[in-house]
């Protein structure tokens, strides 16, 4: 959509007549807000044409006129962390938003585990009680998709306070309630998680266009879109509430979504939850996402790093901070070597970890195997957090998990040799290292005695393996893996063959 067609269509969305319009802004700009500090922060609104509008806050103030289809924008002057200030917008008519912070915003994005309530945590009653945060500031984005892009959100900042922290992202609330604590400055945490979400559906339609390796998946969903009526939702809807009242019987059926507003359809979560908020100045983004994409990790390996580009450059400020939590373990401990879908999507995401500005947070090990929405979000809101602080904030703290180096293999014995180790690598819980299994050329995988050698180096084998070549850790949906660094991070589950996973077949079929 080119210039001309977005300021017409946010007129239109902003409610702006070419009669007699009233400066507006969109809802997101609200009392409470907060705004990045040390940035030059974008304000924006609709007008008349040609009306004169200034911004002013703090002794600053800034003009412009709003150009012939009604769009205006300034930025402001940097400002460090305070407030409360006011902010005004005046053309013909005045807008005054109160109690407007300066601090560091960052932004909560992906599906049911970014989403997750703090109500639904390890001691909810405890932290909503000492949610006493006023200077930690909340804004969550409505549940919805859409199939063509949106120009506002119906969300206006809050304080947090035990009133509303409970409904809000638990891992952004531990995040930025660290943050806070830690940096004394307010905190602005924007959250547009969205449960059960694909990846696709938060890249920009044009984005998986241009990339030219989507056409299929693309293409199936137009063809879905364009027979999906409102008949079909009630057919659909009419089939399966009769499958319910018949006990469930015959062939399974899931409950029956409109894809036209929906979480899984290419582009709509970004169309509805974030093109609205695009140039709101922000810091930074927290992700966690990954299980509605399971079996499809080769793709992710493509089409993650497409989503953090693309935000970054749609956002205009430059590769900023993109730091998320990996699919924890999910279903039963293995009993033998497995193939993992869970084990692959994990290595997907550390692939990404090549992009400038990245960092994940490791949690495998804070899975449920029955539950998975892991209630212990404060552990890993915790490891996500160290990475803003060390690298953000230039705090002297550990962030990253100890990931594989090197192999060298030397008779029946593979010793492995791991990079950000702190002090040393120590088995939690027993002395046993476990986690570790093996193969030669054969591809075939056995449990593997592990026994650390240094502070940063593991030596495996198994006794039936005579000529070992491949080594992986932590390689299961729900690993029984222990080795930790010293700092309490649980080593990053690695492979170090690089045989053709069930993804690859499972999407080699599929295409």
């Not at 409950?255 to 093109?275: C, E, L």
């Not at 997907?348 to 947070?361: D, H, V």
């Not at 030669?440 to 198994?462: H, P, R, T, Y």
Request: include cysteine.
């Amino acid at each position: 959509m080119n210039y001309i067609k977005i300021v017409q269509v946010l007129v239109v969305v902003l409610g702006i007549t070419t009669v007699k319009a009233e400066v507006v802004l969109p809802k997101f700009f609200s009392d409470h807000m907060v705004l990045q500090r040390n940035n030059n922060n974008p304000i924006w609104g609709t007008a008349q044409k040609g009306e004169k509008i200034m911004v002013s806050i703090a002794g600053q103030s800034h003009q412009t006129k709003a150009d012939k289809n009604g769009y205006w924008k300034i930025r402001l002057d940097k400002m460090k962390a305070g407030g409360p200030y006011k902010l005004i917008v005046q053309g013909d008519n005045k807008i005054e938003l109160n109690d407007v912070l300066i601090g560091e915003v960052w932004l909560c994005s992906g599906q049911s585990n970014m989403g997750w309530k703090v109500g639904g945590t390890t001691y909810a009653d405890l932290e909503i009680a000492s949610a006493n945060y006023p200077n930690i500031r909340l804004l969550k984005a409505p549940l919805q998709g859409s199939l063509t892009k949106q120009y506002d959100l119906d969300a206006q900042w809050e304080k947090c306070s035990p009133e509303n922290v409970g409904s809000f992202s638990a891992n952004g609330y531990f995040f930025g309630r660290r943050l806070h604590q830690v940096l004394g400055v307010p905190i602005g945490l924007i959250n547009v998680a969205w449960g059960a979400s694909a990846l696709e559906t938060w890249i920009p339609r044009e984005a998986m266009d241009a990339a030219g390796t989507y056409t299929e998946m693309l293409s199936q969903w137009d063809e879905r879109m364009s027979n999906f009526t409102d008949k079909t939702l009630k057919k659909e809807t009419k089939a399966y509430e009769v499958w319910v009242k018949s006990g469930k019987k015959g062939k399974n059926m899931s409950p029956v979504r409109d894809h036209r507003i929906g979480q899984n359809t290419p582009a709509n979560g970004f169309n509805y939850m974030v093109h609205p908020i695009l140039g709101y100045g922000i810091k930074g983004a927290i992700w966690c996402q990954g299980e509605t994409n399971l079996g499809r990790s080769y793709q992710y390996r493509r089409m993650f790093p497409l989503l953090i580009n693309t935000w970054r450059e749609l956002w205009g400020q430059g590769d900023f901070s993109f730091y998320w939590i990996q699919v924890a373990g999910m279903k039963t401990k293995p009993t033998a070597p497995e193939q993992s879908y869970w084990a692959e999507m994990r290595e997907a995401q550390t692939m990404t970890l090549k992009l400038p500005n990245t960092a994940e947070a490791v949690v495998y090990d804070l899975g449920e195997g029955n539950n998975i929405h892991f209630k212990d979000k404060q552990s890993s809101a915790n490891r996500l957090v160290l990475h803003a602080l060390s690298k953000d904030y230039n705090y002297k703290i550990k962030a990253n998990s100890p990931s594989y180096e090197s192999m060298k293999v030397k008779g029946n014995k593979i010793t492995i040799t791991f990079k950000d180790v702190s002090s040393k690598l120590y088995a939690f819980d027993v002395s046993t290292v476990k986690g570790f299994t093996i193969a030669g050329k054969d591809q075939k995988f056995v449990f593997a005695k592990a026994k650390i050698i240094g502070k940063n180096k593991v030596e495996v084998f198994a006794n039936e393996i005579e000529n070992p070549v491949a080594v992986r850790f932590a390689w299961a949906n729900n690993p029984d893996a222990n080795l930790y660094d010293k700092t309490n991070l649980p080593v990053t589950a690695f492979r170090t063959d690089n045989w053709h996973g069930i993804s690859y077949q499972k999407e080699k079929a599929n295409r």
